[in-house]
């Protein structure tokens, strides 16, 4: 057992069952062992690879995408330019590369970053020293400054905990980690059904509540209709309510037990974008989207850039700009680490005059 599965077992003894939030939270953040701490989660030697580190074109195209919104906003300055859970600070490195064709952005921002990982910070700072931009860090959205904010999240509220709920003949019961007859942990249901929870259901049946990420939304929707702004928020997940587990564990770019090893592979579960834009809406917010990642790159001019990157490249360069693409805006094949054009979906909450944005110009009925 590692030291977290240990503190963990402790905690079960002592105090019963935890819901899956708050094992997620541990395995995700604890200050000495979560994953987002302790690992460094990305890149070929990590455990996934997200689209900025797949290729530099989907942090530019971001980043011409946020410089085209401020001057919709009317230019304010100073602009909080913020990224929640930036990784290796690639997305925010090219986002910012890419915004030298307008300088005027470039001089209108404060770059907050929100990150929990030490680790992590560390790359950011690399990435971005040589930039000319002010950063500061923060361990939570609580602690930006106030003011106009463009906030950009990839892959971020993916891996905000979740809880389970799961059918049985007298309701539904939240799933709960406990420990087996051999003292390892494991999935079991709490002994009473949840009273506020009246939907039907088939024995069986399994549906997930992002309460955290819900609360954020709605914390950050509030935020932007009274300081000004817009939150772009990319991620796989559903856009139409549905029932069913999503959570997963991914280590070493492969699938794994979410209770095996708690802190050594990265815990996520998809995005119920349905549920985060009734909390942005009820917030006061427009919801723009959900539109398919690869359609909304697409229309954000992918495919000129690939073809404007082809002028310079070589032929192996050539085949990594194909195999981007296909990557970035190709369909959805069933792997970790396939192609996301599909499954990830790009959604952009505002404040209520934003009501026209590129990218989302013909967007399916919104959820
Ligand atoms: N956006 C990046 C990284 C995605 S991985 C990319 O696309 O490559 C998730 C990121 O969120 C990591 O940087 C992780 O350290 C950070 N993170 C996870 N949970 C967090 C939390 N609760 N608060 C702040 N940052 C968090």
């Known amino acids: 057992m590692n030291p977290l599965e240990i503190l963990i077992h402790e905690m079960i003894t002592e105090n019963g069952p935890l819901s899956l939030e708050t094992y997620m939270a541990l395995a995700l953040t604890?200050?000495?062992?979560?994953?987002?701490v302790s690992k460094m989660p990305l890149g070929r030697s990590g455990d996934f690879i997200t689209a900025p580190e797949i290729s530099q074109m989907f942090g530019e195209l971001i980043g011409l995408w946020c410089a085209a919104v401020w001057r919709s906003m009317g230019k304010p300055q100073p602009l909080l330019f913020v990224e929640l859970g930036p990784g290796r600070g690639t997305l925010m490195a090219d986002a910012l590369r890419a915004a030298r064709v307008a300088p005027d952005f470039l001089s209108a921002i404060d770059i907050h970053l929100v990150e929990t990982s030490e680790i992590l910070q560390q790359c950011q700072?690399?990435?971005?020293?040589?930039?000319?931009?002010?950063?500061?860090?923060?361990?939570?959205?609580?602690?930006?400054?106030?003011g106009p904010a463009i906030i950009v999240a990839n892959e971020f509220f993916d891996c905000l905990p979740i809880r389970q709920f799961a059918r049985s003949t007298t309701g539904w019961h939240e799933r709960l980690i406990g420990l087996n007859g051999e003292g390892r942990l494991c999935f079991g249901l709490a002994p009473g059904p949840e009273p506020r929870l009246t939907a039907p259901g088939e024995p069986g049946q399994v549906f997930e509540a992002g309460v955290v990420a819900a609360q954020l939304m709605s914390?950050?929707?509030?935020?932007?209709?009274?300081?000004?702004?817009?939150?772009?928020?990319?991620?796989?997940?559903?856009?139409?309510?549905?029932?069913?587990?999503?959570?997963?564990?991914?280590r070493s770019h492969r699938f794994a037990d979410p209770l095996g090893d708690p802190g050594e592979a990265d815990l996520t579960a998809h995005v119920d974008f349905c549920a985060l834009a009734r909390a942005a809406r009820a917030a006061g917010a427009i919801v723009h989207g959900p539109v398919?990642?690869?359609?909304?790159?697409?229309?954000?001019?992918?495919?000129?850039?690939?073809?404007?990157?082809?002028?310079?490249?070589?032929g192996s360069q050539n085949a990594a700009i194909d195999?981007?693409?296909?990557?970035?805006?190709?369909?959805?094949?069933?792997?970790?680490?396939?192609?996301?054009?599909r499954l990830f979906k790009v959604v952009a909450v505002t404040e209520p005059r934003l009501s026209a944005l590129s990218g989302f110009e013909t967007a399916a009925v919104p959820c």
């Open 30 to 36: 604890h200050p000495v062992h979560g994953y987002y």
């Open 125 to 146: 700072r690399m990435a971005l020293k040589d930039l000319g931009q002010s950063v500061s860090w923060h361990a939570s959205t609580e602690e930006m400054p106030d």
């Open 219 to 250: 914390r950050l929707a509030e935020r932007i209709c009274l300081q000004g702004g817009a939150l772009l928020l990319v991620d796989y997940g559903y856009d139409v309510p549905q029932r069913g587990a999503t959570l997963q564990a991914v």
């Open 292 to 314: 398919p990642q690869g359609e909304w790159l697409t229309r954000l001019g992918l495919y000129e850039r690939a073809a404007k990157l082809r002028e310079k490249a070589s």
């Open 323 to 341: 195999s981007a693409l296909q990557r970035l805006a190709g369909e959805w094949r069933g792997s970790p680490t396939d192609a996301m054009g």
